[in-house]
């Protein structure tokens, strides 16, 4: 099947095909397979007489691997900058921090507080209409507050 | 054989590797189920997710969304039919119970939200909900937020398009909105004209109450004036007998025969050459010349007295 060409060639080419194929197409997964490509070739380059299966299987490994390198090496410093917006689409923890007026007493942990235009759902020590309180975390949408100092 | 079940392996890796790579874009949540039970929910960016064990369950939209609530007829605490549309803006906070604690999320948010606009636009009438309309959505907010809370997810406004009473009764608003200007208008009209009369009569009041003074004024004036003449006439003519009394009855008489010369002096006068003067009584220009003559006599005889005695005087 590949008898005419040496075999890390064809490594090469499909690796080159890979990166390329990730440029225009979406999800980011071909970018691994090709490094492991690319590296496959290398060792047939360097071990020359490797079966086909065994080219196989390495290729599988190394593309592996380089996820594994990713995930272990890289990932953790890019998710160190976590960009300019780290609360874009998470409306309630956009509210950690900020000060508001309760709209209606909170009873037995729950109340209401005036945010904007709107009332959110409050959890915090009991509190009597008009205190002012301090978001300071949130489950999915209430906020939980304590009374501002 | 080698080569094919080569090219095989290498064909499953891609595949196992493509699903072990996933992005989740920005704006959007996946939920996480491992063999069908929800384990987790990923954050927008890269994860890898071992294949065969662990799924990709909901894939939730975590952006603000915009839901039409389609027009319905409604009807109003004083039995008038209405249509009514609106929006609704939601947005999903917690994508694990939006995704698993409701069955059709937009579906039920819609149903919610219609079935309450029935609500409180039932407990108003027509003139309230037309006038209302931001008592209507705060009312609408507050049931609806409450309501879809369980589903992690958090309505942020509620709108009403438009409320659109049925065709007659909008033209019987336009009438009635007309009639009552006209009314005003008439009114203002009425008002108006009985201002006017009111202070016409009162300028000819005034006017006639002015002239009635002002001829008072005038009579008054006017016998102020005969009495002060009559008292004139009256010290004049004492004044005038008072000389005759302590004169001489001659003095007069001088008086009336100069005035009296010069009275014919000035007919003498008179341009109409017609005119033919008759004294009207000689004697009495004659008589009044005797008066002078007197005069005369009387002062000259007084001239010769003191001549006289002055002769009877021997020189010293």
């Known amino acids: ?149 | 054989m080698g080569s094919l079940l080569a090219l095989v392996v290498v064909i499953v890796a891609i595949i196992v590797i493509a699903k072990l790579v996933r992005i989740v874009p920005q704006g959007y949540e996946w939920t996480v189920e491992r063999f069908g039970k929800y384990t987790r929910t990923l954050t927008p960016g890269l994860h890898f997710l071992i294949p065969f064990i662990y799924g990709i369950g909901r894939k939730m939209n975590m952006m603000e969304q915009v839901l039409d609530v389609p027009s319905q007829d409604v009807i109003t605490k004083d039995n008038a039919v209405v249509r009514v549309d609106g929006v609704v803006f939601y947005q999903v906070l917690d994508a694990a119970k939006a995704a698993y604690e409701v069955a059709n999320l937009e579906q039920a948010a819609l149903a919610l939200v219609m079935t309450n606009i029935r609500t409180v636009l039932g407990s108003m009438d027509l003139d309230e909900s037309l006038s209302q309309r931001d008592a209507i959505n705060a009312q609408l907010l507050r049931v609806v937020d409450e309501a879809t809370h369980p589903w992690g997810v958090k309505v942020n406004r509620i709108e009403i398009k438009d409320i659109a009473p049925p065709r007659d009764l909008v033209d019987s608003m336009a009438r009635q909105m007309k009639a009552e200007r006209e009314k005003r208008a008439q009114i203002l009209e009425a008002e108006g004209l009985r201002q006017a009369a009111i202070l016409k009569a009162d300028g000819e009041k005034q006017s006639a109450i002015l002239a009635a003074d002002g001829k008072k004024e005038a009579a008054f004036r006017e016998a102020e004036a005969r009495i002060r003449l009559a008292e004139a006439e009256a010290q004049a003519t004492k004044l005038v007998s008072d000389a005759i009394a302590s004169g001489d009855v001659n003095a007069l008489n001088y008086f009336v025969a100069n005035k009296y010369v010069e009275a014919l002096k000035e007919m003498a006068h008179s341009p109409n050459q017609k005119m033919l003067l008759l004294p009207v009584e000689a004697t009495g220009i004659i008589g009044s010349l005797a008066g002078i003559a007197e005069l005369a006599k009387e002062s000259l005889g007084q001239q010769q007295d003191k001549n006289a005695v002055a002769r009877r005087t021997p020189p010293v």
């Open chain 1, 1 to 149: 099947m590949f008898a005419d060409v040496a075999t890390h060639y064809l490594w090469w080419i499909l690796a080159l095909l890979l990166i390329g194929a990730e440029v225009l197409l979406p999800g980011y997964f071909m970018l691994w397979i090709g490094l492991g490509a690319a590296a496959t070739g290398l060792l047939t380059l360097l071990v020359p007489g490797l079966s086909v299966i065994a080219q196989a299987v390495a290729f599988v490994v190394l593309a592996f691997l380089s996820c594994a390198a990713y995930w272990y090496l890289l990932r953790p410093r890019l998710q160190r900058e976590d960009g300019d917006e780290p609360r874009l689409n998470r409306r309630g923890e956009q509210n950690i921090g900020q000060r508001y007026v309760l709209a209606e007493a909170i009873v037995n942990g729950r109340g209401k507080a005036r945010v904007g235009d709107g009332l959110w759902l409050v959890s915090g020590p009991d509190l009597p209409v008009g205190t002012t309180v301090e978001v300071v975390a949130v489950d999915g949408n209430t906020l939980r507050v304590k009374p501002a100092a």
